[in-house]
C-alpha cells in the first residue's frame, strides 16, 4: 500500500512540476510576445507622426498655392 502512495505521490509532484515548467515557459513567451508587439506599435506610432508631418507640409504647400490664386 505505501509503495502505491509513493508513486501516486511521485506522479503527483512530476506532473506539478512540469505544469509549473509550462507555466514559466508560457509567461516567458508571453512577455517575449509583449515586448515584440510593444515595439511594433513603437515603430508604427513614430510612422503615423512621420505622415502626419508630411501631411501637414502638403496642406501649408496647397494653402499657399491657392492663396497665390
Do not use: F, P, V
Not at 505505501?2 to 506522479?11: F, R, S, Y
Not at 505544469?19 to 516567458?28: E, I, P, Y
Not at 510576445?33 to 502626419?52: A, F, S, V
Amino acid at each position: 500500500m505505501h509503495k502505491n502512495i509513493g508513486e501516486q505521490l511521485n506522479k503527483a509532484y512530476e506532473a506539478y512540476r512540469q505544469a509549473c515548467m509550462d507555466r514559466d515557459h508560457a509567461a516567458k513567451e508571453l512577455q517575449q510576445k509583449t515586448e515584440n508587439y510593444m515595439q511594433q506599435i513603437r515603430e508604427q506610432q513614430e510612422k503615423i507622426e512621420l505622415q502626419n508631418s508630411i501631411i501637414a507640409k502638403l496642406k501649408s504647400q496647397l494653402a499657399a498655392l491657392n492663396a497665390n490664386r
